[in-house]
């Protein structure tokens, strides 16, 4: 199956204008139909071995989501101390979750045991099937973005506070929370290039060719 011009475009589109939403959702809920793609999406991730490791656990009760967000309250306190002084305001002054505004939470885990302990593609690299479930988020977060939905990775919380508000069992690998939901809008940029944290780096500098090569 070939892909025609319009669509390249639309993908291409849809990759530049992917966003880590934080803020500004609408408490619109996401319809199942919608929700199904995008976790289709997700299911539909290359796997290694054809393992797909991953599970998806919903959150949508307000109890639940207060609980994470109390895990994340302590958990950026925590973060905080780690940063420069200069550094540290500008980190404080920064929404970097929407945990509780967003209409739903998407907890991804990885099950390594699954489909048993050899694998292929992960007998040299064990690693694979944790690449393999951050390949299912990158799907489900373009397939949102297709979809105009916002959606956020929230990394500034711990596993076990995770853990045991979701009940995920200890042989499970944690990968992400994610905060999912339509927004009022998209940012023309990512955030952090917006506020001036971090420029985004020039390609040529990042390509080597045949062999890596130290570049001014």
């Known amino acids: 199956m070939n892909i025609n011009n319009a669509e390249r475009d639309a993908l291409y589109k849809v990759i530049f204008s992917r966003r880590d939403v934080r803020k500004d959702f609408l408490p619109t ?18 796997s290694v071995g054809f393992m797909q490791p991953w599970d998806f656990v919903l959150v949508t009760e307000e109890n639940t989501k207060n609980a994470l967000k109390r895990g994340y309250d302590l958990a950026s306190i925590e973060s905080a101390q780690q940063f420069s002084d200069d550094k540290r305001e500008e980190y404080q002054s920064f929404k970097l979750e929407g945990i509780l505004e967003a209409p739903l939470g998407i907890c991804v885990t990885c099950d390594r045991g699954r489909n048993g302990p050899v694998v292929i593609g992960r007998t040299i690299k064990p690693e694979m099937d944790l690449y393999s479930t951050v390949c299912a988020i990158q799907n489900m977060w373009l397939a949102a973005r297709a979809e105009n939905i916002g959606l956020g990775w929230v990394s500034i919380i711990h596993d076990d506070v995770l853990r045991d508000t979701l009940n995920i069992p200890s042989n499970i690998e944690i990968i992400a929370y994610l905060c999912l939901g339509y927004v009022s809008k998209f940012s023309d940029k990512p955030e952090l290039e917006e506020f001036g944290w971090l420029p985004r780096e020039d390609i040529n500098r990042l390509i080597h060719k045949e062999k890596w090569s130290s570049k001014a």
Request: no cysteine.
């Open 29 to 46: 809920p996401i319809p199942d139909d919608v929700l199904a793609r995008i976790l289709q999406a997700g299911h539909h991730a290359p």
